[in-house]
C-alpha cells in the first residue's frame, strides 16, 4: 500500500528583478489535460491568467518572481467540491461513548476534517451541522469557528439541521434555525422524514430560507412520491435553490412512480446529491439514488461522501474521488460523467462559480499523477491541490517493488529507485 502522507509543496521560485514581478504568481509546468494537450497555467489574483503549450509560458520578464510547479506526470483538473459531509460528528467514531457535542471537541473534529478532504482535493465543502436539542447551537458555533480558521485553505459552509419544526414541539427547533441563520449557517436544512409532519417541516425550512434570501439542503430516503411532489412543488423557481440526498428510497419505488418524480424534480430545478460511499446518520437507509434515471430526466446529480468515519460509517474516507470512482465502476457512469458528478456538479449544487482549465475561470485546481481520467479515478494517490490560486496541499505516494529480471526486460515503470529488503 502507498505511503500517502500529506508533505510541503515542491515548487521553486525563479528569481528576476523586473519592477513587473508579481510573487504571488503560479505557474503550472507540463500538465496534462483531459482533451490530451499538455501545458503549462498561469495563475494569478486566484485566477487562470494564461494556457499556452507547454514551455510557451515558462519566459518572459513578466513573469520573474513567480512560482512554478512541475506537473510533469499529471492531469489538472478542475478541484471537486464536497457537497454532503457532516463537520460535527466527523472522526468521531475512534472515540468510546457518545459523540461528544463540546464545542472545542466540534471545532477541531470539523477542523481536521476539511483538511483530509482538502487533502483529497475538495477546495469547497458543504458541512451539515445539528441544531437544537442537547447541542443546541454550540456545534454551530464551533464549525463557523473552524471555518474561520480555514480561511484561504478551503471554503467551509454550515447548514443547520433542526430536529423537529412542526407542533408545540417544534417552536424551539424554529426558533433555534432563525437564530442558527443571525449566526452564519447560510444554508438551511434538516430531515423532514424525522419530523412528524414532513411537508410541515419542509415549509418551515423554505420559509426560513426565504426570509435570510438562504439555500437549501434537506435529508430525505424519498420514498414516499407523494410527499415529493409535493416538496417540488414548493421549491420551484425559489432561488438560490434547493438540494435533496441522498434519496436512495428512489430506486425502491415503481418505475413509473420514480420516473415521475424524477421529472417533477427536474421541473422545479432541485439538485439531489447522491452518496455512493454510504450514508449518514440523518437517514435510515445506504444506496445510491437512481443515477441514469435522473440525469435523463434532466435533473443535476452530484456526489457527496457523506460519513466521515463516524458510527454511520466507520471507515468513511471523504474521498471525492473515490465517490466517482464508485459512480464508474459501480453504477456505470463515463468517468467524465461520474467526475462531473463531483467537480462541475458539486460546485453548481454549492451555488459556487464555474471552473475550467482556461484562462479567466477561477484557480481551483486539482492535479492527480496520470495521463487519463479513468486511470486517475483508479489510482488517484498523489494530488497537489491548488486554491484561490495557490497550493494548499499535496499528497505524494511512492510504489517500490524489489528488483526483477522480468521488470527490467519489460521495461515497466518504476518510481523508486532503492532496493527492497
Given amino acids: ?32 489535460l483531459t482533451d490530451g494537450r499538455t501545458v503549462d497555467v498561469r495563475l494569478g489574483g486566484g485566477r487562470i491568467e494564461a494556457v499556452g503549450t507547454a514551455g510557451s509560458l515558462a519566459s518572459g520578464p513578466a513573469r520573474a518572481g513567480g512560482t512554478r510547479v512541475d506537473l510533469s ?51 469547497a465543502v458543504r458541512a451539515h451541522v445539528r441544531v437544537g436539542d442537547v447541542q443546541g447551537l454550540g456545534a454551530l458555533a464551533a464549525v463557523l469557528q473552524a471555518r474561520r480558521s480555514l480561511r484561504g485553505l478551503a471554503e467551509l459552509t454550515a447548514v443547520a439541521m433542526p430536529r423537529v419544526l412542526t407542533g408545540l414541539a417544534g417552536a424551539d427547533g424554529l426558533a433555534m434555525l432563525r437564530d442558527a441563520a443571525k449566526m452564519g449557517a447560510s ?44 416538496l417540488a412543488a414548493m421549491a420551484g423557481g425559489m432561488r438560490p435553490g434547493v438540494t435533496l440526498g441522498p434519496c ?41 439514488a437512481p443515477l441514469r434515471l435522473l440525469r435523463a430526466a434532466g435533473v443535476r446529480v452530484a456526489a457527496g461522501s457523506g460519513a466521515l468515519r ?34 462541475a456538479s458539486a460546485r453548481a449544487a454549492l451555488g459556487l462559480p464555474e471552473v475550467r482549465v482556461e484562462a479567466g475561470f477561477p484557480a481551483e485546481l486539482l492535479a492527480v499523477r496520470g495521463h487519463h481520467l479513468a486511470g486517475a479515478l483508479s489510482l488517484a494517490y498523489s494530488r497537489i491541490v491548488v486554491h484561490r490560486g495557490r497550493v494548499v496541499a499535496r499528497t505524494s505516494a511512492v510504489r517500490e517493488y524489489c528488483n526483477s529480471a522480468v521488470a527490467a526486460e519489460l521495461g515497466l515503470p518504476r518510481q523508486g529507485r532503492g532496493e527492497l529488503s
Wanted: aromatic content about 2%.
Fill in 73 to 123: 506526470g499529471y492531469l489538472l483538473l478542475p478541484a471537486p467540491a464536497e457537497p454532503h459531509a457532516h463537520a460535527d460528528t466527523a472522526l468521531s467514531a475512534e472515540h468510546d461513548g457518545p459523540v461528544t457535542y463540546e464545542p472545542e471537541d466540534v471545532q477541531r473534529r470539523a477542523t481536521e476534517a476539511a483538511l483530509l478532504q482538502l487533502g483529497h482535493g475538495a477546495t
Fill in 248 to 288: 436512495a428510497g428512489l430506486t425502491r419505488l415503481p418505475a413509473e412512480a420514480a420516473a415521475r418524480v424524477a421529472d417533477q424534480l427536474a421541473a422545479a430545478g432541485v439538485t439531489v446529491v447522491c452518496l455512493p460511499q454510504g450514508g449518514c446518520g440523518s437517514v435510515d437507509r445506504r444506496g445510491t
Fill in 310 to 343: 463516524d458510527l454511520s460509517n466507520p471507515v468513511g474516507r471523504g474521498d471525492p474521488l473515490e465517490a466517482a470512482y464508485l459512480l464508474a465502476s459501480r453504477h456505470g457512469l463515463r468517468p467524465e460523467d461520474a467526475y462531473d458528478a463531483v467537480s
Fill in 187 to 230: 444554508v438551511m436544512g434538516g430531515c423532514p422524514d424525522l419530523d412528524p409532519d414532513p411537508t410541515g417541516y419542509a415549509e418551515a425550512v423554505l420559509e426560513v430560507a426565504s426570509e435570510h434570501g438562504c439555500p437549501v439542503d434537506l435529508h430525505t430516503d424519498a420514498t414516499d412520491p407523494a410527499r415529493l411532489a409535493r
Fill in 1 to 32: 500500500m502507498p505511503d500517502s502522507q500529506p508533505q510541503p509543496p515542491s515548487s521553486s521560485n525563479s528569481s528576476g528583478s523586473s519592477g513587473h514581478s508579481d510573487p504571488a504568481a503560479l505557474l503550472l509546468c507540463g500538465a496534462r
